[in-house]
């Protein structure tokens, strides 16, 4: 398996003092439907979590929650004993009920136990970062994180987390955990459309913290869809391609978590982002979502 490759879109970034790559790999989608039970296709799923480390990318993001536990397997099993450039990152706050949902698990015994069945799973001794997940299905909801990320704190001072982050937070939840302890990366919803944390984003940027979107494509209304399917015409390439590549132009503290159970679309991601934009794409880009930017300020 190689190491860093410099030829990855995006470069590089630190997540504390932990390097990793802009450009990363999102383990969501190796699980069965809805994030549930195992995938459709095993082998697939493992020789897409390798494919991701020999292309370079050491940043792989994760939860104990996908399957549950079925993901973290595969990446183990993919990939471990892991190699030393390569950073996972995991989430912990939510549990999986038997229908499928995504019950809040935020309580002191619950977050000690998610964070001891990661390193299980993953067969670890230590974390590289844990997010706290707040909110739930609908968005980040307001109120005080503060017992939660403590316990986070606590466990990180035991040693068994070496950095800590939040997801799908508010900014006022994100300086909260700051006024607690040091973070090294925000995990929120965020693309062309959805504009809302653009001056969290640039406050991250400017206190070297890492900002990583999720939903790159989603919740497009039809006429945004139509703008960025044109941009993506012209430039002759797909609009996942055109989404990646200016998240990676917006700001340098943006790092990329696409996820696939597909070799051939992880390569097709990976050429993708490296599309170059003029100054007139994205100004045209920047117009997707101005209406909801200028609604929020």
């Given at each position: 398996?190689?190491?860093?490759?410099?030829?990855?879109?995006?470069?590089?970034?630190?997540?504390?003092?932990?390097?990793?790559?802009r450009?990363?790999?999102?383990?969501?989608?190796?699980a069965?439907?809805?994030?549930?039970?195992p995938?459709?296709?095993?082998?697939g799923?493992?020789?897409?979590?390798?494919?991701?480390?020999?292309?370079?990318?050491?940043h792989?993001?994760?939860s104990?929650?996908y399957g549950?536990?079925?993901?973290?397997?595969?990446?183990?099993?993919?990939l471990?004993?892991?190699p030393?450039?390569?950073?996972?990152?995991?989430?912990?706050?939510?549990?999986?009920?038997?229908r499928?949902?995504?019950?809040?698990?935020?309580r002191?015994?619950?977050?000690?136990?998610?964070?001891?069945e990661?390193?299980?799973?993953?067969?670890?001794?230590?974390?590289?970062?844990?997010?706290?997940?707040?909110?739930?299905?609908?968005?980040?909801?307001?109120?005080?994180?503060?017992?939660?990320?403590?316990?986070?704190?606590?466990l990180?001072?035991?040693?068994?987390?070496?950095h800590?982050?939040?997801?799908?937070?508010?900014?006022?939840?994100?300086?909260?955990?700051?006024?607690?302890a040091?973070?090294?990366?925000?995990?929120?919803?965020?693309?062309?459309?959805?504009?809302?944390?653009?001056?969290?984003?640039?406050?991250?940027?400017a206190?070297?913290?890492?900002?990583?979107?999720?939903?790159?494509?989603?919740?497009?209304?039809p006429?945004?869809?139509?703008?960025?399917?044109?941009?993506?015409?012209?430039?002759?390439?797909?609009?996942?391609?055109?989404?990646?590549?200016?998240?990676?132009?917006?700001?340098?503290?943006?790092?990329?978590?696409?996820?696939?159970?597909?070799?051939?679309?992880?390569?097709?991601?990976?050429?993708?982002?490296?599309?170059?934009?003029?100054?007139?794409?994205?100004?045209?880009?920047d117009?997707?979502g101005?209406?909801?930017?200028?609604?929020?300020?």
């Amino acid at each position: 398996m190689s190491t860093l490759s410099p030829s990855l879109p995006g470069g590089t970034w630190t997540l504390g003092d932990l390097t990793v790559s802009r450009f990363g790999y999102g383990a969501m989608q190796l699980a069965g439907p809805w994030v549930m039970g195992p995938p459709a296709d095993r082998d697939g799923a493992l020789a897409v979590l390798r494919e991701a480390v020999d292309s370079g990318i050491t940043h792989i993001d994760t939860s104990d929650a996908y399957g549950p536990r079925l993901t973290n397997q595969l990446i183990r099993e993919a990939l471990h004993p892991y190699p030393e450039s390569l950073h996972i990152v995991t989430k912990v706050g939510a549990e999986r009920d038997e229908r499928g949902g995504w019950p809040t698990a935020r309580r002191p015994d619950q977050l000690r136990r998610q964070v001891e069945e990661n390193l299980e799973s993953l067969g670890l001794e230590t974390l590289d970062v844990v997010n706290l997940r707040l909110g739930d299905a609908s968005g980040p909801q307001a109120g005080s994180i503060a017992e939660a990320f403590e316990t986070l704190v606590e466990l990180r001072s035991q040693g068994v987390i070496r950095h800590l982050g939040v997801s799908n937070a508010t900014a006022e939840q994100v300086a909260e955990a700051q006024g607690i302890a040091p973070i090294v990366c925000v995990q929120n919803m965020y693309n062309l459309a959805h504009r809302h944390d653009d001056e969290l984003i640039d406050r991250l940027a400017a206190e070297h913290i890492a900002y990583v979107p999720f939903f790159p494509l989603g919740g497009f209304s039809p006429l945004q869809s139509a703008t960025l399917s044109g941009v993506a015409a012209r430039l002759d390439a797909t609009p996942m391609s055109v989404a990646l590549a200016w998240l990676l132009h917006r700001s340098p503290n943006i790092l990329l978590i696409p996820g696939t159970s597909s070799v051939a679309h992880l390569r097709e991601n990976i050429a993708g982002a490296r599309l170059s934009l003029s100054e007139a794409d994205l100004a045209e880009l920047d117009g997707i979502g101005s209406e909801v930017t200028s609604g929020r300020r």
